[in-house]
């Protein structure tokens, strides 16, 4: 459900922007308005919502969600009341991307990476089957307002069965105050930084792609809103091959290597996509930047478990918040600079990220104090 929410917008983003009349400079209002909730739904579920139980948080904002998808499809009247409503997903939505990766750095700290590498697999299910659907509903034409409707069909379903099925729950979770985040981030101080680091820049990057692709396609290259959503939906092919294919290499090889290795060809092949004359150029650039970055968010993530005991899911809450506020910034970037300058180098501004995040990564193998194999999984 969090894949299909969280990358509809870029395929939907061309007719939603014609719908309403709104121009392209503001276009990223919309990409803000989901992140900003993102962020407020990441401060409520560690600051106040802490001990409420994770059945309860899941079923509770899964209902938000259904409810503000709804509204997004029937009240939208211009980009404001969009922008109100889409801020209200991004708020449900982050419970349900968020509270699972908490159980993971919590209860498993032997093979964390294979296991958020798996459960990000279903994520990127989600963002790949997304926008070949939403493609095909579109160039069959129903409106946007259809598919957000759809959507809250799907989140409804989703909040019944949350409602009503048996869920683990995190033990010793406690609201948080700020000396607990600092004795949180003291553990490993530079460790926590450089994570945050990479994850606001591969965020950036990746939403850049995931609201924007879709819109370059049409404006650029000419393409039809099907063949747009089909860009989409292979970056997203690439995404899911790659974390199949790599599962095996995270006992042979340092998990910061495999992630260098992964930014710099998602930076190269994006770079690609911002030069390329030619639709299936394009999709062709797309898969290999999608098998980039296939493994990037899960292996940042990952290192969630390096942090004791409830630390972990602090700090994959942490990872989470800064990720939202790289998604609140970059995307929304794209707008104004595609108007003032071109889109090719508005989508240039992801390859300069994933470059970034290719850098840090040379940086995390020492903080980390990783061996041949990957994450050093010791603690507690």
Partial sequence: MVGVVAISLGPLLDPILRGLHIPVSEGGFISMGFALGQLFGILLLNFVLARVPVKRSLAIATWLQTVALLASATLS????????????????????????????????????????????????????????????????????????????????????????????????????????????????????????????????????????????????????????????????????????????????????????????????????????????????FAFFAGLGASTSYPLICSYSAKFPRWHAGVVFSAIIFVSGVGRLIFPYLVGPLAAASSFRVAIGLAAFLAFVVSLLTLYLHGVAKEGRGGVVETVA
């Fill in 77 to 284: 009247r211009g980009l404001w009341s969009l922008v109100s409503a889409y801020l209200f997903v991004g708020l449900g939505c982050v419970f349900l991307n968020t509270i699972p990766g908490m159980l993971v750095g919590y209860k498993v700290k032997h093979g964390a990476a294979r296991a958020m590498l798996q459960l990000l697999l279903f994520f990127a299910l989600g963002m790949m089957i997304t926008p070949i659907v939403i493609g095909v509903v579109l160039g069959a034409g129903s409106s946007w307002r259809w598919v957000f409707a759809g959507e809250a069909g799907f989140s409804l379903v989703l909040a019944v069965l949350l409602t009503v099925l048996p869920l683990p729950d995190i033990p010793d979770r406690e609201n948080l105050r700020l000396r607990q985040v600092k004795d949180v981030i003291s553990f490993n101080p530079k460790l926590f930084t450089t994570v945050a680091a990479a994850a606001f820049a591969y965020i950036g990057a990746e939403f850049i792609l995931n609201v924007w692709l879709a819109k370059f396609e049409i404006d650029t290259l000419g393409a039809s809103k099907t063949w747009a959503s089909v860009a989409v939906a292979l970056l997203w092919v690439g995404i899911v091959s790659g974390r199949l294919l790599a599962q095996p290499f995270t006992h042979r090889f340092a998990t910061s290597r495999i992630l260098f290795v992964g930014t710099a060809t998602m930076a190269l092949f994006t770079f690609g996509i911002a030069v390329s004359p030619s639709q299936a150029l394009t999709g062709t």
